[in-house]
């Protein structure tokens, strides 16, 4: 049973550049949430996506978007990256039918802007 | 807006020493806890969670914590830590319940001395 992957694992971008991250929830899980983790930080809440739509958004501004995919894999995109976008991109999958059930998340893509 | 305070950033322990990590939160109404855990170099993983009923809850590898709603803590403990504890702990509140929004701690790296 596959855990929760995530893609690429690390990256490296310049400013002003677009980048695109990856993520397959667990097998059997329906929604997916995306988590910035800056340096010496927890996870933050960045959105989450169900049913192909996002069903809530944290304190991120549009730069940051997203998608689902039919078989509930999920993008996240950030345009016109900022040195302070640079963290670990954390992906988590859920059953949307457990209610607040338990998060599985996946190890990360590490984006470093320059 | 919730939050969550981990009041200890760095814990240096030695095997057999007894561990408690404080987490408090501020959120008046009804709450989901949890505390994850992030051993090196792999993802983070459930360690217990509270959602009702009895406010101390045992999770895996001997850890448990208990929540006093009083007071906003669900403080986590281990009555004798081992070397392989050592790792990341963060502490994260649902107040969302619909929605499996977490916020999280900033966490506490505890490590463990043979």
């Known amino acids: 049973d596959a855990g929760v992957t995530q893609s690429p694992t690390h990256l490296i971008k310049t400013r002003g550049q677009q980048v695109t991250l990856r993520c397959s929830p667990k097998?059997?899980?329906?929604?997916v949430s995306w988590y910035q983790q800056a340096l010496g930080q927890g996870p933050q809440f960045i959105f989450q996506y169900y049913e192909e739509e996002e069903r809530q958004r944290g304190n991120f501004p549009d730069r940051f978007s997203g998608h689902q995919f039919p078989n509930y894999s999920s993008e996240l995109n950030v345009n016109a990256l900022l040195l302070g976008d640079s963290a670990l991109y954390l992906c988590?999958?859920?059953?949307?039918?457990?209610?607040?059930?338990?998060?599985?998340f996946g190890e990360g893509s590490r984006l470093t802007v320059l | 807006a919730q939050s969550v305070s981990q009041h200890n950033h760095h814990v240096i322990l030695s095997e057999a020493a007894s561990l408690e990590l404080g987490c408090n939160y501020s959120?008046?109404?009804?709450?989901?806890l949890f505390w994850y855990v992030q051993y090196p170099g792999q993802h983070l993983q459930l360690l217990l969670k509270y959602f009702s009923g009895d406010p101390l809850v045992k999770g895996i590898k001997g850890f448990e914590a208990e929540f006093i709603k009083s007071k906003f803590s669900f403080n986590l403990r281990k009555p004798s830590v081992q070397w392989s504890d050592t790792a990341e702990y963060f502490c994260a509140v649902n107040a969302d319940t619909g929605f499996q929004k977490l916020v999280f701690g900033t966490g506490t790296r505890l490590l463990v001395s043979p």
């Open positions: 097998s059997g899980h329906d929604t």
């Open positions: 988590a999958s859920s059953l949307q039918a457990r209610g607040s059930g338990e998060l599985f």
């Open positions: 959120y008046g109404g009804t709450v989901n």
